[in-house]
């Protein structure tokens, strides 16, 4: 692994990056907008805020990403993948938290990292702290050593991807995780009567669903346990997934993570949130 984000980033910058299964680079004009001109473009737009989601909950998301991990366990001592890191939204927090060295982020689009570094957290931080950052687009995590995860953070990615890289991913997942690690995904469910997404690959800026069932049934055929947290999520449905059921939360205690907003009217319905929603 690189011992300083410099070697790395200027290993990055001598790559030149094919047409990517999750996008691709731009030089869009609104990616040079300030944070708050920002707030008005609409998700997908190439502003390292809005090309991950709605702009105006770009705070708000990391946050609850940070919070959740926090009460699943997460100390400074684990090791973290996140999975999808985008522009960081979740690692402008865990970065600092976690010790040098603990945090790896996969991200193909790496200017959404670069912005996040020049305009969120600053280089001195990637000094102090050494996160590990790679490109790789495949869906394996080729770069990332095995067996040392403890905890792996797929935050609005089977959201946007076919049943082929979902179990891809899944399969890395199982590969880079310790017996004892734990994710954090999350999935949007289909409709009543609507069937599972059908398609295949990457699929973004649009979503795709699947049935709670289908959720459950692949996990379980691929070895996983899992179980749908009551945390609150603006859009899509939180998911504690295992090797062992050992791991999986009480239901006694499931209503202690509930991630409720209190004195914001944006975010109302996290107060509404019950699990056998």
Excluded at 70 to 92: I, N, P, Q, W
Excluded at 146 to 174: E, N, V, W
Aim: net charge positive.
């Amino acid at each position: 692994m690189p011992q300083s984000f410099s070697r790395m980033i200027n290993i990055l910058r001598k790559i030149r990056l094919p047409f990517s299964a999750f996008g691709r680079l731009s030089s869009d004009a609104a990616r040079n907008y300030d944070k708050s001109a920002a707030k008005s473009l609409k998700p997908g737009s190439k502003h390292y805020t809005a090309y991950v989601g709605p702009p105006s909950q770009y705070d708000y998301m990391g946050a609850s990403q940070f919070n959740l991990l926090c009460s699943l366990g997460l100390r400074e001592h684990h090791k973290l993948l996140d999975f999808g890191c985008g522009s960081l939204r979740a690692g402008r927090l865990l970065i600092p938290y976690l010790n040098s060295g603990n945090y790896y982020g996969v991200e193909p689009n790496f200017w959404l990292i670069d912005d996040a570094i020049e305009r969120e957290i600053g280089r001195d931080l990637i000094d102090i702290k050494h996160p590990f950052f790679s490109n790789d687009e495949s869906g394996y995590c080729l770069d990332l050593p095995d067996g040392i995860f403890d905890y792996i953070l797929a935050q609005s990615i089977f959201s946007h991807t076919g049943k082929d890289l979902l179990i891809r991913i899944l399969m890395s997942f199982k590969k880079k995780m310790k017996m004892s690690g734990i994710i954090a995904a999350t999935f949007i469910h289909a409709h009543e009567g609507e069937a599972d997404f059908s398609g295949s690959g990457w699929i973004y800026p649009g979503c795709v669903r699947y049935n709670p069932a289908s959720i459950k049934c692949l996990l379980r055929e691929m070895g996983f346990y899992c179980q749908r947290l009551p945390w609150y999520h603006p859009r899509q449905i939180w998911y504690l997934v295992v090797l062992s059921p050992e791991l999986l939360i009480p239901e006694k205690n499931l209503h202690l993570l509930k991630g409720a907003v209190f004195f914001n009217p944006d975010l109302s319905e996290s107060l509404k949130t019950r699990i056998s929603e």
